[in-house]
């Protein structure tokens, strides 16, 4: 059933503030970020491709593979090295491999590399799972907010 077939009382419940006539503008306008290309806001669907293939990468490759450890005996192991991927690439390349793989990189909303403290941040927020999963209408979670970061296209 489309918005137009149902109740007036439910269009703006079921289709969001959109569907009541409220313009929020597209993902990162108020950031200034452009609508498509490189510097606009990534969208979910590469953000989480690359934190999959970074987690497999930190799971497999180099928990499993290099370290010869079980990750399901020691669950602890791979979540300190994807924190430690993620402190360091993002921290000198402002992108991780994944992130690479699928076009996106971290930058502060100045544009530029985010720095060590935000980096920090950002990734202790990510490795608790919950701050990543609350977004706003620019796409950014709560890590990105508290780390003044923003994914976009590169």
């Given at each position: 059933?489309?918005?137009?077939?149902?109740?007036?009382?439910t269009?703006?419940?079921?289709?969001?503030?959109?569907?009541?006539?409220?313009?929020?503008?597209?993902?990162?306008?108020?950031?200034?970020?452009?609508?498509?290309?490189?510097?606009?806001?990534?969208?979910?669907?590469?953000?989480?491709?690359?934190?999959?293939?970074?987690?497999?990468?930190?799971t497999?490759?180099?928990?499993q593979g290099?370290?010869r450890?079980?990750?399901?005996?020691?669950?602890?192991?791979?979540?300190?090295?994807f924190?430690?991927?993620?402190?360091l690439l993002?921290?000198?390349?402002?992108?991780?491999?994944?992130?690479?793989?699928?076009g996106v990189?971290?930058?502060?909303?100045?544009?530029?590399?985010?720095?060590?403290?935000?980096?920090?941040?950002?990734?202790?927020?990510?490795?608790?799972?919950?701050?990543?999963?609350?977004?706003?209408?620019?796409?950014r979670?709560?890590?990105?907010?508290?780390?003044?970061?923003?994914?976009?296209?590169?």
């Amino acid at each position: 059933m489309s918005s137009r077939q149902q109740p007036r009382w439910t269009q703006t419940w079921l289709g969001g503030v959109r569907s009541a006539g409220v313009d929020l503008g597209y993902p990162g306008e108020r950031l200034g970020l452009p609508r498509e290309g490189s510097g606009a806001v990534a969208g979910f669907g590469r953000r989480i491709g690359a934190i999959v293939i970074d987690w497999l990468i930190c799971t497999w490759a180099i928990t499993q593979g290099l370290l010869r450890i079980d990750p399901v005996q020691q669950g602890w192991v791979p979540i300190l090295i994807f924190a430690a991927e993620y402190v360091l690439l993002v921290g000198t390349m402002g992108m991780t491999f994944g992130m690479r793989l699928l076009g996106v990189r971290v930058a502060a909303l100045d544009g530029g590399r985010p720095g060590f403290v935000s980096v920090l941040v950002r990734t202790l927020l990510l490795c608790l799972a919950v701050p990543a999963l609350i977004w706003d209408r620019d796409q950014r979670g709560l890590h990105d907010r508290a780390a003044n970061t923003v994914v976009v296209r590169m």
